[in-house]
């Protein structure tokens, strides 16, 4: 069944993307106000990059920079992270062949083609940015982070985020993921109203070794 791939119908300025990202504050929602005004992208080829980046993990589908978009504004770091976006934006591609990005020509096509399902337009197009990103991108830094256990930063907060959710949940606070619940029982004895005291303390004998 062909699979979804992301595009855009001009990658010319996916590096130019990137590099202003870097250089600009961070801001609270990446409208397209945003992009043409801050980072002086401005043209209607232009607008498709908000979508690139939410397939990429950096903004949420509210246009909210995610944890993963902070990794952009370090230079060390940010390569990996992008990497990381291709890998789950063209994740029908890695099934298929896990070298992908290191695949080139008619063999890059190909692979494309059969994935996508999509005409030769298309394929070209969906090639283009996927090249475009991998020049952007550090696979081979990501491929030693993995072998050695590594975590980039934007894992590193997410595994914050969950042991946070972890311990709330463990104090019986909210959480994101659920509530504790708690159970609290009310238990009424009625005593008869001429009863011994003998009687008396064999009911609450009796009720004792019950809860024991």
Do not use: C
């Amino acid at each position: 069944m062909p699979q979804e791939l992301p595009y855009l119908p001009t990658y010319k300025n996916v590096g130019v993307l990137f590099e202003k990202i870097r250089a600009a504050k961070v801001p609270e929602s990446f409208t397209q106000k945003y992009l043409n005004e801050t980072l002086g992208l401005k043209s209607s080829g232009d607008r498709s990059l908000i979508t690139l980046l939410k397939s990429l993990g950096f903004i949420d589908n509210s246009g909210r920079p995610t944890p993963r978009y902070a990794a952009l504004k370090n230079e060390k770091v940010a390569g990996i992270e992008i990497a990381r976006g291709v890998r789950e934006a063209y994740e029908g591609l890695f099934s298929a062949n896990e070298n992908a990005h290191k695949l080139e020509g008619q063999e890059l096509k190909g692979l494309v083609a059969q994935v996508a399902g999509s005409d030769s337009g298309t394929t070209s197009k969906i090639v283009g940015t996927f090249k475009a990103l991998l020049a952007v991108s550090d696979f081979e830094s990501d491929s030693l982070l993995k072998e050695e256990g590594g975590e980039t930063t934007a894992e590193k907060e997410k595994k914050i985020d969950k042991e946070k959710q972890a311990d709330e949940v463990s104090r019986g606070g909210m959480s994101f993921q659920g509530m504790r619940p708690e159970f609290h029982y009310n238990i009424q004895i009625h005593l008869p109203s001429n009863g011994s005291e003998e009687t008396y303390m064999n009911i609450f004998n009796a009720v004792r070794k019950v809860f024991k």
